[in-house]
């Protein structure tokens, strides 16, 4: 079955930091993209932050650059996001997501086929 | 920036009822970059439909994806209990890399 476990999530003081993980299991890991995706109290979907297979290709949502780092262990089929300077805007679920994308008819298409349950972070004091 | 709205925010409605909701886009969008989504509490988020109008795997047929440019729709024909959620649009783009809309809850009229 393919599945996605994230993990970590905790209270946190604002300042602070955490590391979350995100262990996939029933497919071949280092082959996909994977994002990170959080959804905070009351609010809809935020995109956080994206990595390529290999991880040489990194990207970050405006509100998180600078403060988070999204790395992958391919050997462990973990996907990490470390979290620095904490703010209370950081409180969420935090969802792991498997990126998916083919071309077809000269059409290309993206999104995410597998998240996972996510884990819970929150800053407060 | 591409900016996704949806409409209605809540829509109430009864097992067996058809259900519409509406995701626009700010300016017009390539439709195979366009996704739904629908998230229930404490469960995953549950990809439905992805380049506007196929279904993911495992979808029912009752949830339909149509539309281009800056209209999109996902229709549920008949409500099941298990269907009262809220839904998502999403849009690929180059940064953000995917943007959503503030969603569409579903709920029991």
């Known amino acids: 079955e393919v599945q996605l476990v994230e993990s970590g999530g905790d209270l946190v003081q604002p300042g602070g930091s955490l590391r979350l993980s995100c262990a996939g299991s029933?497919?071949?890991?280092?082959?996909?993209?994977m994002n990170w995706v959080r959804q905070a109290p009351g609010k809809g979907l935020e995109w956080v932050s994206y990595?390529?297979?290999?991880?040489?290709?990194?990207y970050y949502a405006d509100s998180v650059r600078g403060r988070f780092t999204m790395s992958r262990d391919n050997a462990k089929n973990s996907l990490y996001l470390h979290m620095n300077s904490l703010r209370a805007e950081d409180t969420a679920v935090y969802y792991c997501?498997?990126?998916?994308?083919?071309?077809?008819?000269?059409?290309?298409?993206?999104?995410?086929?597998?998240w996972g349950k996510g884990t819970t972070v929150t800053v407060s004091s | 920036e591409i900016v996704l709205t949806q409409s209605p925010g809540t829509l109430s409605m009864s097992p067996g009822e058809r259900a519409t909701l509406s995701c626009r886009a700010s300016q017009s969008v390539t439709s195979s970059y366009v996704a739904w989504y629908q998230l229930k509490p404490g469960q995953a988020p549950r990809l439905l439909i992805h380049g506007a109008s196929t279904r993911a795997t495992g979808i029912p047929d009752r949830f339909s994806g149509s539309g281009f440019g800056t209209d999109f729709t996902l229709t549920i024909s008949r409500l099941e209990p298990e269907d009262f959620a809220v839904y998502y649009c999403q849009h690929y783009g180059s940064s953000p890399r995917f943007t959503f809309g503030p969603g569409t809850k579903v709920d029991i009229k």
């Open positions: 990595i390529s297979g290999s991880a040489k290709t990194i």
């Open positions: 029933g497919f071949t890991f280092s082959s996909y993209e």
């Open positions: 997501a498997r990126e998916y994308s083919y071309g077809y008819q000269k059409n290309y298409y993206y999104y995410m086929d597998v």
